[in-house]
């Protein structure tokens, strides 16, 4: 059996690759607390604009609420450099993707095909805005299948010809520094990924823990 790709170790000879010339990365981002320690590795090397694109978080107020987060964020911390373009949010097109996938556990079929919206809005909105690379800050999160977003993006650079920056923000105590950042920020960390299907699980395991109890 061939070894498990290390996603870090390739964005490390990307990273060398670039040699200071500072190309132009759209970053697709979920909220505040996933983008910190992102931003603060990724911005040495890049010109960033992070696009928030998430159709799936639901309710309309736990959206805005971690956007929020997120401009607060940047502003505070990255003032020089990194914008910030909110795109549309319509969560229908969630929920067509999502059909027929909604009683998938977490990080099951639905998670990949969530993973696929917005990593193919980010690549569509890299290739028409003429960036050098795309990314999201998706695989930081433990819960968070790094090989699969990591083939989505390599599927979405060939369709789209812009290339996907390989990562796996989590090693390197990428997670661990997420968690710094966002004590040192004060920044709402969110319990639940974020559409209604992986709260409605949520709910259930703490009720569950709750019981036990």
């Avoid at 911005?43 to 609420?65: G, H, K, M, S």
């Avoid at 909110?86 to 998938?104: I, K, M, N, S, V």
Wanted: glycine fraction near 8%; include cysteine; hydrophobic fraction near 35%.
């Amino acid at each position: 059996m061939p070894p498990k790709p290390n996603y870090a170790r390739e964005m490390d000879g990307v990273l060398q690759s670039l040699g200071g010339s500072r190309p132009r990365l759209l970053l697709h981002a979920c909220c505040g607390p996933c983008s910190s320690a992102v931003l603060e590795q990724l911005c040495q090397y890049f010109d960033i604009t992070i696009l928030y694109y998430n159709p799936n978080i639901w309710p309309a107020a736990e959206y805005r609420r971690r956007e929020e987060e997120l401009e607060r964020f940047v502003a505070a911390a990255h003032p020089l450099g990194v914008t910030v373009v909110e795109d549309r949010y319509d969560p229908e097109e969630f929920y067509a993707a999502a059909r027929g996938l909604e009683a998938e556990p977490e990080r099951g079929a639905r998670c990949t095909a969530c993973y696929r919206l917005r990593m193919r809005r980010a690549a569509a909105y890299a290739a028409a805005n003429g960036f050098d690379w795309f990314a999201t800050t998706l695989s930081i999160s433990p819960h968070k299948d790094a090989e699969r977003i990591n083939q989505i993006g390599q599927e979405l650079a060939a369709a789209y010809g812009v290339p996907h920056l390989p990562s796996d923000f989590k090693k390197k105590n990428g997670y661990l520094r997420s968690l710094q950042l966002s004590a040192e920020y004060g920044l709402y960390r969110q319990d639940y990924c974020g559409c209604v299907y992986s709260h409605a699980q949520s709910e259930a395991e703490r009720g569950a823990k709750a019981g036990r109890g």
